[in-house]
């Protein structure tokens, strides 16, 4: 299993909870979330933010018009999130940083 560990993530959410009035912002790991839950939580979400995984498939279940954060290690490239995205008319950012970890060249 990959390590998907944002160091700073909680800074991050505080960060959005005071940048932006009237926003809830709710943490998830899909892998413990059914699938309906799944579904529901991105039909009415507004931002989408996270890494890039199996997760972000959820993504055909968006309403046009969200914000589609996909965060991703410096220099590995994926396009199959960015196109889904196009695909259903959601607003999509890609965020680069961090270390690509051990499999830095791959």
Same mark, same amino acid.
């Given at each position: 299993?990959?390590?998907?560990?944002?160091?700073?993530?909680?800074?991050?959410?505080? %960060?959005?909870?005071?940048?932006?009035?009237?926003?809830?912002?709710?943490?998830?790991?899909? &892998?413990?979330?059914?699938?309906?839950?799944?579904? &529901?939580?991105?039909? @009415?979400?507004?931002? #989408?933010?996270?890494?890039?995984?199996?997760?972000? +498939?959820?993504?055909?279940? +968006?309403? %046009?018009? @969200? @914000?589609? #954060?996909?965060?991703?290690?410096? @220099?590995?490239?994926? !396009?199959?999130?960015?196109? #889904? %995205?196009?695909?259903?008319?959601?607003? !999509? #950012? &890609? !965020?680069?940083?961090?270390?690509?970890?051990?499999?830095?060249?791959?």
């Amino acid at each position: 299993k990959l390590n998907r560990n944002m160091v700073n993530e909680n800074d991050l959410i505080k %960060s959005i909870e005071r940048s932006i009035q009237n926003i809830y912002v709710r943490r998830v790991e899909l &892998e413990s979330v059914p699938m309906n839950e799944q579904i &529901e939580l991105f039909q @009415t979400s507004d931002i #989408i933010i996270g890494m890039h995984g199996a997760g972000m +498939a959820n993504l055909i279940w +968006a309403r %046009s018009g @969200t @914000t589609v #954060i996909e965060i991703f290690p410096k @220099t590995k490239r994926r !396009y199959s999130f960015r196109r #889904i %995205s196009a695909l259903v008319g959601l607003r !999509y #950012i &890609e !965020y680069r940083g961090g270390s690509d970890g051990r499999d830095e060249d791959k």
